[in-house]
């Protein structure tokens, strides 16, 4: 396991570590990363700039998936398919089963980032990255990223 730690002080600093973040999905190859935190940590704000950064063509307008549950951002610069989970609302993994959520895990031609992954942990593949964000005191967050070596 490998672990990185990012800080972005301000909201300013997002769109920075959403493009490491970006660069390190797209040249790892990661089709799975999920995303933990408490509400209001940032999570839907860091997804949504590692969206633009991937360059998906449905970019604008990101924006959390919550009564949707999942949200197609299009296609990414490197030619694969973005979607966006947020799995808040779910009781179980079944009701995941029930959208199709492994459907679009299993689709190598996709990359999911998955909000509240716990909701359907059995379902997520060994293989993934996991990035945590933690709201800090001067309301700076710090990004820990998690990746199988």
């Not at 993934?128 to 990223?145: H, K, N, Y």
Request: glycine share 8%; with cysteine; proline share 4%.
């Amino acid at each position: 396991m490998s672990t990185t730690t990012y800080t972005i002080p301000d909201l300013a600093a997002v769109d920075g570590v959403a493009a490491e973040l970006a660069a390190l999905i797209v040249e790892g190859g990661h089709r799975t990363v999920t995303f933990d935190g408490e509400m209001g940590a940032g999570k839907t704000t860091l997804i949504r700039s590692i969206v633009a950064a991937m360059g998906a063509d449905g970019c604008d307008g990101a924006n959390s998936p919550s009564f949707a549950i999942a949200n197609d951002y299009g296609r990414a610069a490197d030619g694969r398919n973005v979607y966006h989970f947020d799995l808040y609302r779910l009781e179980s993994a079944e009701e995941a089963m029930d959208i199709g959520f492994e459907d679009y895990l299993d689709d190598p031609d996709n990359v999911c980032l998955i909000e509240w992954p716990d909701r359907a942990e059995e379902l997520l593949p060994a293989e993934l990255l996991r990035v945590g964000i933690e709201l800090q005191p001067d309301r700076s967050r710090l990004v820990t990223v998690t990746a199988a070596d």
